[in-house]
Nanobody, 117 residues
Framework: QVQLVESGGALVQPGGSLRLSCVAS????????MGWYRQAPGKQRDLVPM???????NYADSVKSRFTISRDNAKNTMYLLMNSLKPEDTAVYYC???????????WGQGTQVTVSS
């Protein structure tokens, strides 16, 4: 089992920045993919960016050039730096971890990001 704990969600003004963190514990050797998903009220949960063990990344078009995902394997921590935030970025952001086969899938409890003036 893998436990994921997110932090860093907050209320921020449009154009502002925020950094989310996700700390993994437990059977972390099984993790290959780590990523951030977000879910706004009444909408489905969507992938934002994902990063592999080797550092390969994949971003949703809506956040390219604004968000940066990174991973510190020594600290078992993943980060999401969000710049130029927009009201449409408002959502609960979930940390996600998956095995290389994507059979094992783990979720954090979520952290709220609200972009509003």
């Amino acid at each position: 089992q893998v436990q994921l704990v997110e932090s860093g969600g907050a209320l921020v003004q449009p154009g502002g920045s925020l950094r989310l963190s996700c700390v993994a514990s437990g059977s972390i050797f099984s993790i290959y993919y780590m990523g951030w998903y977000r879910q706004a009220p009444g909408k489905q949960r969507d992938l934002v960016p994902m990063i592999t063990n080797s550092g390969n990344t994949n971003y949703a078009d809506s956040v390219k050039s604004r968000f940066t995902i990174s991973r510190d394997n020594a600290k078992n921590t993943m980060y999401l730096l969000m710049n130029s935030l927009k009201p449409e970025d408002t959502a609960v952001y979930y940390c996600n971890a998956q095995s290389v086969t994507r059979v094992q899938v783990y979720w954090g409890q979520g952290t709220q990001v609200t972009v509003s003036s």
